[in-house]
C-alpha cells in the first residue's frame, strides 16, 4: 500500500517556490513560513481522511499567497458612496474638503504649534486654534470642541448640571445612532432629568410647573433624526429663553446637525441655524461637526463665554478633547465658511446638497454613455429621490438623478455584490431589477474609479 504522504512537499520545497520567494518584498519571512506550515498540516490532515493529494507545489504556493494578500489588507478602505445619501453613517459621514484632508495629512505626518503660542514661545490652548472660527459661524462670545456631539451633551451637563436637574421635553428624548438614547447620556454626567409633557404635547406651563430650588438648566433637543406630527404642540426656543430668564436657569439647545447656512433657496426644509440659537438667546448650543457643517468628527459647543470656560475647565475636557488631526481639519473646514459663497461651492456636503437636478441629470447622461461602452451593460437615466442621512432633516427626500444599470447574465442582487467587494467599492442600491448608482455623491475625481469598477465587476 503506498504512503499517501509520500508526495507532500517538504516545507523548504514550498518555500522556495517562485509565489512564495516573490511574496517575501511584502510579508515579513515568519508570518509566510507560518502560512506555510498551516497549509501543510491542512493537507495532511485531508490526506488523512482519505482525500487524494491534487495540489501542486506551485498551486499550493500561490494559494497561500492569495491568503496573506487577504489576511494583510487593509480593513478600513475607500468607498465610492452611489446610494445618495450624503451623510451616509456607514460609510463615514461627511467627507471633508482636500485643504481640510490636506491640513489633517500635514498635522499627522509632523510636529505643529498645537499648544504653543509660536510668537512668545509661551504654552497656549489648543481649542484657540477653533475658537475664532466657531465663533465667527456661531456668532456666540466663545466655543470649544470635543470628539462628538454625545460627548458635548455629558461635558455640558456635568459642568452645569451635576447633582441638579435638566428639564427636558418628553417628546425631545430621542434614540440617536448605536441604540444610545439622551437619557442615559444625561445620566453619565451626574445630572438628574426631569421630563415634562407627553410625546406629542409640551407646553411652557410644563416647564414652569416642574421648576424646583434643584432645577440647573432647561434643554431643549431639537428633533434631527425623527419628527412628530399630527396633533403636536411644543414650546420654541425663544420662550425657553424667556422662562430660562425669568428662573435664572441656563438654556441649552441641542441643534443636533449643525446647519451654519440657510440651505431653503435650494429646496430643503427651514432648518435652525447654529447662530439664530445664538441670537435667540440660548446660554450653550450643541452641534456635530461631521453633519451639515461638513467638516470631521468632532461635538462643538458654542455660547457664553463663563459657560464654555466652566465647561474646559472641567476633568472630562482633556478625555473628550480633539487629536491634532482633526482639529487642524476643523481649523481649514471654518476657514471656508468665512464667506458662505465659497463655503457652498466648496465644502463637499454642502455641494452635493445644493447640486442641481438638471446638472445631476446632465452629469448621469454623459457617465451613461461610458458605461454603454462595456460589453453587456444596459443603463438608463432616471430620476430618483435621495436623502440626507446621518440623522439629519429626516424625511427629507432630494430630487435626483440615477443610473440605472444591468448586465447580462449577472444578477442585480450579483452585480451589487461585485461592485461592494471590488477595489474599489462602490455601494449603491437595488431596485426594480436594477443596480442605482447615485451620483450626486460620488465624488468628481473618482468618476474614472466608478467606471472601470463596473468594467471590472461584469466581466465573467
Known amino acids: ?211 424646583t430650588p434643584n432645577t440647573a438648566a432647561v434643554m431643549r433637543v431639537h428633533a434631527s433624526n425623527y419628527r412628530v406630527r399630527g396633533y403636536t404642540k411644543s414650546v420654541d426656543l425663544a420662550q425657553l429663553v424667556e422662562l430660562g430668564r425669568k428662573h435664572n436657569l441656563t438654556v441649552i439647545d441641542d441643534a443636533g446637525s449643525g446647519q451654519a447656512i440657510d440651505l431653503t433657496p435650494f429646496g430643503l426644509p427651514d432648518e435652525p441655524l447654529v447662530s439664530a440659537s445664538i441670537a435667540t438667546g440660548a446660554d450653550l448650543v450643541l452641534f456635530s461637526g461631521d453633519k451639515l457643517l461638513g467638516g470631521p468628527q468632532c461635538g462643538i459647543l458654542a455660547g457664553k463665554a463663563a459657560l464654555i470656560q466652566l465647561i474646559e475647565k472641567d476633568p472630562l475636557m482633556r478625555a473628550f478633547r480633539l487629536d491634532k488631526m482633526t482639529l487642524a481639519a476643523l481649523e481649514a473646514t471654518l476657514r471656508l465658511y468665512r464667506d458662505p459663497a465659497l463655503a457652498l461651492r466648496e465644502v463637499p456636503t454642502l455641494r452635493m446638497l445644493t447640486a442641481p437636478l438638471a446638472a445631476l441629470r446632465q452629469r448621469c447622461e454623459a457617465f451613461a454613455e461610458w458605461l454603454r461602452a462595456i460589453p453587456g451593460v444596459t443603463v438608463g437615466v432616471r430620476e430618483d429621490v435621495a436623502f440626507v442621512g446621518g440623522g439629519s432633516l429626516p424625511d427629507v427626500g432630494v430630487p435626483t438623478a440615477v443610473l440605472a444599470v444591468s448586465a447580462e447574465r449577472i444578477s442585480e442582487s450579483e452585480l451589487a455584490t461585485r461592485l461592494r467587494t471590488g477595489t474599489p467599492a462602490v455601494v449603491g442600491r437595488v431596485q426594480d431589477g436594477r443596480v442605482l448608482l447615485d451620483l450626486r455623491c460620488v465624488l468628481e475625481w473618482q468618476e474614472e474609479e466608478l467606471l472601470e469598477a463596473v468594467r471590472l465587476a461584469v466581466r465573467e
Not at 23 to 46: G, M
Not at 88 to 98: K, V
Not at 118 to 147: D, F, W
Open 1 to 211: 500500500m503506498s504512503n499517501p504522504f509520500r508526495d507532500l512537499p517538504s516545507m523548504t520545497k514550498l518555500l522556495d517556490a517562485p509565489a512564495l520567494v516573490a511574496a517575501r518584498d511584502r510579508h515579513p519571512p515568519a508570518t509566510i513560513t507560518a502560512a506555510a506550515r498551516s497549509a501543510l498540516d491542512s493537507l495532511r490532515a485531508k490526506l488523512s481522511s482519505g482525500a487524494a493529494l491534487t495540489t501542486s507545489v506551485d498551486a499550493l504556493a500561490a494559494q497561500i499567497v492569495a491568503m496573506l494578500d487577504v489576511a494583510t489588507a487593509p480593513v478600513l478602505r475607500p468607498v465610492i458612496n452611489a446610494t445618495g445619501i450624503v451623510l451616509h453613517t456607514n460609510l463615514g459621514r461627511s467627507p471633508i474638503h482636500e485643504e481640510a484632508a490636506r491640513a489633517a495629512y500635514e498635522a499627522a505626518r509632523g510636529y505643529l504649534n498645537l499648544e504653543m503660542d509660536l510668537a512668545s514661545g509661551k504654552r497656549a490652548s489648543r481649542q484657540g486654534n477653533v475658537r475664532a472660527g466657531l465663533k465667527a459661524i456661531t456668532g456666540a462670545e466663545s466655543a470649544t470642541a470635543v470628539n462628538n456631539c454625545a460627548a458635548a451633551t455629558v461635558i455640558a451637563l456635568r459642568a452645569i448640571a451635576a447633582g441638579k436637574e435638566v428639564i427636558v421635553s418628553r417628546g425631545q428624548l430621542v434614540e440617536i445612532g448605536g441604540s444610545f438614547r439622551i437619557p442615559e447620556v444625561m445620566a453619565v454626567s451626574g445630572a438628574t432629568l426631569r421630563e415634562v409633557g407627553t410625546t406629542n404635547i409640551t407646553r411652557v406651563s410644563d416647564y414652569e410647573r416642574a421648576i
